[in-house]
């Protein structure tokens, strides 16, 4: 099955898309890559999920991307009498360690991390910013504060503490668990949320040791200062705006997500846009004309993937969500101001001789008029840096590992193939030649380029270019 457009998609599964026939609804509308957010469900849950994705994987003999989002360390309230409490603009408010449920004098807050790292003026936001506080007096078990936007609490609500690095590891007892089931059940990604240093990450990497993906959620404003340093760090990046909106102010998130754009692109690394982009079809079968130019901005930006969340996990219209979604980004990409701007803002090549190849390549399909790039790869990153160049025709990456297949479905413009080791350069342009054809990227007489490493099985070593021609 061939995708015409060059942007991913991704699905967050959830009650509304549990069934094997709803997941396959969900590929044949356009779905790249499926997201599980271990926010909710248990293991039993996802893997009958699992099961199904990979039953329509061998199914449709494609491969399929499989995300596994970590829930991460989350601020919460502790429990409030009678469940709930309102509270009143100008009143004051404490937030202690104390057990006790809380009222309308004060409630608890069971992370003394949070009392160790805020100071007075510090805003605390509760339930997502409905509420706001600002901290007037703090010690190592409380803080007192000033209610600045009014509004009702309840038992568990999150809190979120703005501008601050919290002493909080990105991973919990539960997240670990989780990270076991995904690793023993063949996850291609791993999502991390509340990352706030590369650290967070560098610590991840160590613990799964090339086992899996690793994707960094930005949802945290203090991780901004060290942008670069994450994504290098990290496999895939996320702009996780929801959170992001939370903590920052709403005209703040624009130009961040371009930014965030921007370095991953430099970077060559793959860039998920997410959070509410057809927020309105959750519950109606069409969006609002914001949330289509919303997708739309992300796609003339160049991400490499655009992600759906409650609108298919809960929503009353999960696969027109995704057929939405596929024909926004095609009527994007059909447009003739999309390359121009995509290549306006395109990087260019790092001082490396794979970046050399890619970069010919790049020049090569557009002179000989190529009908698509061939890579094969290990790794995945002699196809990721073919990803980079945003060329102007489809990326064939070819690979005889499985779970690289899969990862690379994320990538922009590739069309990953699973397929045998090629033994030497000859069998390479034969299997390339092949596979193209086979998979409706060419006819009789068209040609195509292609990179590869030499010799061949070893990450990292793209220095071949080959221009082939398909032969009846």
């Known amino acids: 099955m061939r995708r015409h457009r060059n942007a991913k998609i991704v699905v967050t599964l959830g009650p509304a898309t549990s069934s094997p026939q709803t997941i396959e609804e969900l590929f044949q509308n356009g779905a790249d890559v499926f997201r599980l957010n271990f926010s909710h469900g248990d293991h039993e849950t996802h893997a009958k999920a699992i099961e199904a994705i990979r039953a329509l994987e061998k199914k449709c003999d494609r491969p399929i991307g499989l995300l596994m989002d970590l829930q991460g360390p989350k601020l919460r309230l502790g429990e409030i009498r009678n469940g709930t409490v309102r509270l009143e603009k100008g009143a004051r408010y404490r937030l202690d360690l104390s057990p006790e449920p809380g009222d309308a004098r004060r409630a608890p807050l069971p992370h003394p991390e949070v009392f160790a790292a805020i100071k007075p003026k510090q805003e605390l936001l509760i339930d997502d910013g409905k509420v706001r506080l600002e901290v007037e007096e703090c010690g190592e078990d409380f803080a007192d504060t000033k209610v600045i936007t009014g509004g009702e609490i309840s038992d568990h609500k999150g809190v979120n503490v703005p501008d601050v690095v919290l002493a909080v ?3 919990t007892e539960k997240d670990r668990g989780d990270l076991e089931f995904a690793l023993d059940n063949g996850a291609d990604w791993v999502g991390l949320s509340f990352i706030q240093q590369p650290d967070d990450v560098a610590a991840v990497r160590d613990l799964v040791d090339g086992r899996i993906a690793i994707l960094a ?6 991780a901004m200062a060290r942008l670069d340093d994450i994504i290098e760090l990290s496999d895939a990046v996320m702009v996780a705006r929801g959170d992001l909106g939370v903590e920052m102010a709403p005209e703040e998130v624009p130009s961040l997500q371009k930014r965030i754009i921007r370095a991953c692109r430099l970077a060559g690394k793959p860039v998920i846009v997410a959070t509410q982009m057809l927020d309105s079809m959750v519950h109606a079968p ?3 004309r914001a949330e289509a130019s919303d997708v739309a901005t992300a796609v003339y930006d160049g991400a490499d993937a655009v992600m759906l969340s409650e609108e298919t996990a809960t929503g009353d219209y999960p696969v027109e969500s995704v057929a939405m ?3 926004i980004i095609k009527r994007v990409e059909a447009d003739p101001l999309y ?21 010919a390549a790049r020049q090569a399909a557009e002179t000989v008029s190529a009908v698509a790039i061939v890579t ?4 995945g990153s002699t196809t990721l840096r073919a990803s980079r160049e945003r060329p ?8 005889g590992n499985i779970a690289t297949a899969r990862r690379l479905v994320l990538g922009w413009g590739v069309h990953s193939v699973h397929t045998a080791d090629v033994e030497s350069f000859s069998d390479m ?7 193209a054809f086979r998979e409706e990227f060419a006819e009789t007489g068209g040609r195509l380029v292609i990179t590869a490493g030499v010799p061949f099985g070893i990450s990292g070593t793209t220095n071949i270019l080959r221009i082939a021609e398909v032969k009846a």
């Open 339 to 359: 390359r121009t701007i995509m290549d306006a803002d395109h990087p260019g090549p790092q001082a490396t001789t794979s970046d050399a190849i890619t970069a």
């Open 217 to 222: 959620k930005l949802e945290k404003p203090m």
């Open 169 to 171: 590891a990105a991973l």
């Open 376 to 379: 094969f790869t290990t790794s």
């Open 286 to 288: 069409r969006p609002t």
């Open 325 to 327: 979604m596929e024909r």
């Open 429 to 435: 342009v034969e299997k390339g030649v092949h596979i």
């Open 392 to 399: 102007g025709v489809p990326i064939l990456g070819l690979t």
